[in-house]
């Protein structure tokens, strides 16, 4: 069973802190790690992806990977109000994606 | 002009109804999908298609049975429908199997009373 653990929060941070959502998978055999964003009542939005460990950088986001601990997790600089969502990952197995749960993210002004 | 549209928008139907949801995509995409998001806001694929052959069937009672008239198209209908298929359904499309091109739809949220 593949599965795609996150806390679902939700994590509040004020206006202008970084948010940092996190997420780990249970098959070391995946290669493809997506962050997804959804605001209510929307549909998700691809905002990052990262294949190779370390870091990979977007503007205000970043993702980062450590296969060895089987962990991915997405640092949002300068968190600003619109950035208020839930934050979906997702792992590539073969053709399809594995979603988490999402982290409820509230940004405070 | 909307990369992938969905209809309809909402559902509002009685348990043992047979209803259709359509899915369209004008991106010249080769695979769609059909996804499931609860009301925990799990999101779980259902199916995909890639050039009109299913490729991917997860465990999904067989009252469902997606079809895909051509590359551009894909619907799902919906036998017998129960309370709990109560959802939001999403199509989505990628280029072939690039999941990181992958466009969802706006969704249908489908209440079955």
């Known amino acids: 069973q593949k599965e795609v653990e996150q806390n679902s929060g939700p994590l509040s941070v004020p206006e202008g802190a970084i948010a940092s959502l996190n997420c780990t998978y249970s098959d070391r055999g995946s290669q493809s790690f997506f962050w997804y964003r959804q605001y209510s009542g929307k549909s998700p939005e691809l905002i990052m992806f990262i294949y190779s460990n370390g870091d990979k950088e977007d503007g205000r986001f970043t993702a980062q990977l450590n296969k060895a601990s089987q962990y991915v997790s997405l640092l949002i600089r300068d968190s600003q109000p619109s950035d208020s969502a839930t934050y979906l990952c997702?792992?590539?197995?073969?053709?399809?994606?594995?979603f988490g749960a999402g982290t409820i993210l509230r940004v405070k002004s | 002009d909307t990369a992938v549209s969905q209809t309809p928008k909402y559902l509002v139907t009685q348990m043992g109804n047979d209803k259709s949801i359509k899915c369209e995509q004008n991106l010249g995409h080769d695979t769609m999908y059909w996804y499931k998001q609860d009301s925990k806001k799990f999101l779980k694929i259902m199916f995909s298609y890639n050039n009109k052959e299913l490729i991917i069937n997860e465990t999904v009672p067989n009252r469902f049975s997606p079809k895909s008239p051509d590359k551009a198209h894909l619907n799902l209908h919906i036998n017998s429908l129960e309370l709990g298929d109560s959802a939001v359904y999403f199509c989505a499309s990628s280029q072939d199997y690039e999941v990181e091109t992958q466009y969802f739809g706006p969704g249908t949220r489908l209440l079955v009373l």
């Open positions: 997702a792992v590539q197995w073969g053709n399809k994606l594995v």
